[in-house]
């Protein structure tokens, strides 16, 4: 099946600063997105974003399809913005085509 | 409110018991995914429903584990003779289409086995 390799695992910054985390894939993909786990554990959608770039406020996110990449930008982080964010994949290809595969995880903590 | 919802959002039981997780999704998903997440990973994918029928279940669905989903409604994943290794976030999550189109999860049934 598809893997998902997230990068970095972990990541500290200080408030305002900005981040970048990076999400890669194994094969061609029909869904990609990003979520952003709470401390209670739900998954938050971030974006679905199988493909080009979008925006939500300080967040951002692009996907390079050809290239099995993603990338979600955090600019001007917030304390709140800590936490796990997910990447996961959905295979373009094959019988499984419906489900995801998600990534480890980025751990981000934000420092005041 | 019309997110997935899942009852109960924790359970603790002693080894050797049943558990039963029920998932409501959002009303017009035909699709309805359980996923689970241990400590430190990444949910991974157990069983998917399209409408009632159940079309996939993982290698990681021992012969303990059931899902049922009547009428395509809502789901229930039930859990025979518990082990500890069964501790884990149990996640449901919704689509709608045919394709592969953006999930949605609910907050999780976080399961304790003592």
């Known amino acids: 099946g598809i893997q998902v390799e997230q990068s970095p695992p972990d990541l500290i910054l200080q408030e305002g600063a900005n981040s970048t985390l990076r999400c890669n894939f194994s094969?061609?993909?029909?869904?990609l997105q990003w979520f952003h786990q709470n401390p209670w554990g739900q998954l938050i959608n971030l974006f679905y974003i199988p493909s080009g770039t979008k925006q939500n406020g300080r967040l951002s996110a692009t996907t390079v399809a050809t290239e099995r990449y993603s990338l979600l930008y955090i600019s001007s982080s917030q304390t709140t913005d800590s936490g796990v964010y997910f990447c996961a994949a959905g295979p373009n290809s094959g019988g499984s085509n419906y489900k995801l595969t998600f990534g480890k995880g980025t751990l981000l903590t934000v420092n005041p | 409110d019309t997110g997935v919802s899942q009852d109960p959002r924790h359970k603790i039981t002693k080894r050797g018991q049943n558990v039963t997780f029920r998932c409501d999704p959002i009303?017009?998903?035909?699709?309805l995914y359980w996923y689970r997440q241990t400590l430190g990973q990444g949910p991974e994918f157990l069983t998917y429903?399209?409408?009632?029928?159940?079309?996939?279940k993982s290698r990681l669905l021992s012969d303990r584990f059931s899902a049922e989903r009547p009428k395509g409604s809502f789901s229930t994943l039930e859990i025979q003779r518990t082990e500890q290794g069964d501790s884990a976030m149990y996640l449901c999550a919704s689509s709608r289409g045919q394709w592969n189109t953006e999930a949605f999860f609910g907050q999780g049934t976080r399961l304790t086995v003592v």
């Open positions: 094969d061609s993909v029909n869904n």
């Open positions: 429903f399209q409408n009632e029928a159940q079309l996939e």
């Open positions: 009303s017009e998903h035909n699709r």
